[in-house]
């Protein structure tokens, strides 16, 4: 390998190298078969789009490669379905079945208890889908993965979430960056561990301003029915809109400043080895991202969903850097998962 | 790591170059192949050489950019630059869509895929209806119970109307044993159960003009439950929700509680409610009337919110209002579903 690469400190580590003329065919493929095999296709075209991403993704001098197969997920994910299943149905049927039977007391301690257990699973799924991830994806004829199973992790993930962000929610930002610190601590590539000890220093100020929007917003309510309201229904009608929308328009926006300075802190403070990671993306970048993201899927009628995890993963790899210096790997000796990201997608937050 | 250099003093004529990751290590090694029959034979910088079986060499990546991995080596990746021709010819299909897939032209795999969705949807939506009925009743009456139970403290039980009501069923005399009870909740619905349960809502009674009407909508459940169109309706609804892939709880639990069952099986259960009604000498006028005002209450008052819920399950044409009508005969044929005692009981049976 070319060691002056890593030697200078910051270097153009990562690049992406596909055009979406490149990609289109498979694109628009794994669309059509994804609705004519009435959704069924969709772990393959998953599979077969990570494939192409993977390898026109360049880190220092040799692209990733990605040896995850559509049967693996697709597997995963019924097995996912077997746990919950049984679940979903006491939510769906039992607490009700039991509620009119007069056990209303019984059926909401179940019923806790089975959102609790969707809660930990969530965690477990969170922890293996990274694991899955990396236990797939090879640079240098080296993988990654995890020893853990993550069901410790699962524990972490559940209080922690509940004292973030039903308790207090001002630990969110607390909550996320332990629960970020320790996923990757358990993660491996190579030989060498991940490393991470993100803090909320900077990240407060704008999970405050988070919290602040409902108040800003029932503000300007009060603001503009003084200054406006008459009696007419119709003026109600208006006042209650523009509301509506500026408390939600706030909070996604300064919901996005606050995930972006996260992620900047979050992968900025990650290494490996002597590798440190960078993520430059800010909060204008995220929002043309997701404003493009819709006005693509609008602007082709749908067609263009096919296209969201292109331009979500070219926007991570443009945004992601490194510096330091790369040593020599040795293979991973980390257990390769077979669930795939059964869990994770079964609770559909498979992102790419 | 230390640098590499492809110099290599062994006098090997057609020396190819390329490089190579052993799978063990991330060192990337400059190596020179030579083709020795059908094997290749791998020869490092620092001269180790190792040798290969076609056969046991697994092309990857586009053909745009081969690189070849090893049967039995995870990790191990060889590359040629450039890919000697006669290497290129005995290279497998390029794989595109994975598997079966790719033997057949893209366009018949869709039309094929597609035709069999198609042809899957049907099945299950007709065969739904037919499997429902080889569902012995026992097991159907089973399930029943324990969705339902003994409706615990909510179902009405005051024991003059439920001597009315008993009654009003027994009066029907229908062909198919039902379980009429009222329940104290202000909806003004009626559903059919699983195990031949009919469930009227409480409102729907006090709402009532008439006992009559409570007969026609008794009669018209008693016909989805003669139809086995609960248990076609769940079927259909649990079916639907595998062949989908993933498990729509909410989807299941409306197609239960609010079956939405299809037309032809809506106007089976008006048939068999008029049938009812005419052999027991009820007028079929009060449930057209009935209809009719539900019909008309569509403006916008407080009522339509409440008759909403009875159209969401119970889709009104005029076509149904006509057939009720149409089946009525001379007036001295019909005397009251109950008489004035017992229907006044009948809607005290919540105390109310």
Known sequence: MDEDAGAGGAFDAFTFTATWRDYLPIALSNLALTIVTLGIYRFWAKARERRYLWSHTRFVDDTLEWTGTGKEMFLGFLVAMVILIPVLLFIQFGAQAMAMRGMLGLAFTLLLASYAILLYLYGVARFRGLRYRLSRSWWHGVRGGSDESGLRYGVSHFWKTLVGSVVVALLVPWSMTRLWNERWSGMSFGDRTFECNVTTSGLMGRWIMVMLCPIAGALIAVILAAAMYNGDPGRTFVVTAITFFTIYGLMALAGIGYYAAFLQAAIGDLRLGRVCFHFDADSMDWLKLFLGNIALVIGTLGIGIAFVGYRNWSFFIHHLGASGEIDELHQSTTHVPRDAEGLLDAFDFGAV | ?352
């Open chain 2, 1 to 352: 790591m230390p640098s590499t250099s492809a110099q290599s003093d062994r006098p090997e004529p057609p020396a190819l170059t390329g490089w190579l990751y052993d799978g063990v290590t991330s060192d990337r090694r400059a190596v020179t192949v030579a083709i020795d029959g059908d094997m290749l034979r791998i020869v490092d910088g620092e001269g180790a050489v190792d040798t290969v079986g076609f056969g046991d060499l697994v092309p990857l990546g586009d053909h745009a950019r081969i690189v070849f991995g090893r049967v039995g080596r995870e990790g191990w990746r060889l590359r040629l630059d450039p890919l000697p021709a006669e290497i290129a010819a005995r290279l497998p299909r390029q794989e595109r869509h994975g598997g079966i897939l790719d033997r057949f032209p893209i366009v018949l795999v869709l039309i094929v895929a597609a035709l069999a969705s198609v042809v899957g949807l049907v099945a299950l939506m007709q065969g739904a209806a037919f499997a429902a009925r080889l569902v012995p009743m026992s097991w159907e009456v089973a399930l029943g119970d324990a969705l339902v139970g003994d409706l615990g403290g909510s179902a009405c039980n005051a024991p003059a109307g439920r001597a009315a009501l008993d009654r009003l069923v027994a009066r029907l005399a229908l062909d198919t044993p039902v379980k009429v009870r009222i329940v104290d909740l202000d909806i003004e619905n009626a559903v059919a159960m699983p195990g031949r349960q009919i469930i009227v809502f409480r409102d729907l009674l006090t709402n009532a003009r008439s006992p009559d009407e409570i007969a026609g909508v008794i009669g018209h459940e008693a016909g989805h439950v003669a139809n086995r169109d609960v248990m076609t309706g769940l079927l259909r609804s649990f079916g639907l929700s595998v062949l989908i892939g993933g498990v729509d709880g909410g989807a299941m639990t409306a197609s239960l509680l609010a079956s939405r069952y299809s037309r032809a099986a809506e106007a089976a259960a008006d048939d068999y409610a008029i049938h009812a009604l005419d052999a027991a000498r009820v007028t079929p006028a009060a449930t057209a009337a009935f209809f009719d005002r539900l019909a008309k209450s569509e403006g916008g008052d407080a009522f339509a919110t409440r008759a909403a819920s009875y159209f969401a399950s119970h889709p009104l044409s005029a076509d149904r209002r006509r057939a009720f009508l149409a089946s009525a005969r001379e007036a001295g044929r019909y005397t009251p579903a109950l008489d004035a005692p017992d229907w006044r009981d009948l809607r005290a049976i919540c105390g109310k």
